[in-house]
């Protein structure tokens, strides 16, 4: 087997590690994980939801996300921030394509690749790390059930 092919057969792994994951977050309307990954060990992780110490509702009377709910990719960056690890070289897997601010956060924080599962309806964080050379790449883990 190729390294190619092994990379393939990780990513795919790891994302549906990111799609597990994202059962822990308390959000109705969306289920967001992520994780980062350096050296095949998971370094951090994150799914979406409010900031410690707020409330576990996501979603207003309305059913509107709230604005202060933090996304899957932002907490497992921050949660980075209070560790000793660092995100250099790392690879971002996360099951909806980041939005222009998670992909701001992506890009200072040192991150060269970023494996997602599904895409969301703005392209524009997914045009901003390619600007920025970072490795972006779809993959939609439900094809892949058997491997």
Not at 17 to 25: L, P, V, Y
Not at 78 to 91: E, I, P, Q, Y
Request: aromatic letters at 6%; glycine letters at 6%.
């Amino acid at each position: 087997m190729s390294q190619r092919d092994k990379q393939h057969l990780l990513d795919i792994r790891y994302l549906r590690m990111a799609r597990i994951w994202a059962e822990n977050s308390y959000c109705q309307r969306r289920k967001v994980g992520a994780l980062v990954v350096k050296d095949k060990m998971i370094i951090s992780d994150g799914y979406n939801g409010t900031p410690s110490g707020f409330e576990n509702i996501c979603e207003d009377e309305t059913n509107v996300t709230k604005p202060y709910v933090l996304h899957a990719e932002a907490n497992a960056i921050t949660k980075l921030a209070r560790s000793s690890n660092n995100s250099d070289g790392s690879t971002l897997y996360v099951t909806a394509s980041p939005c222009l601010e998670c992909a701001k956060l992506i890009i200072q924080s040192g991150i060269r690749r970023v494996v997602y599962g599904e895409e969301y309806r703005l392209a524009d964080g997914i045009d901003l790390l390619r600007r920025a050379n970072i490795e972006v790449k779809y993959i939609n883990p439900d094809e892949h059930e058997s491997e």
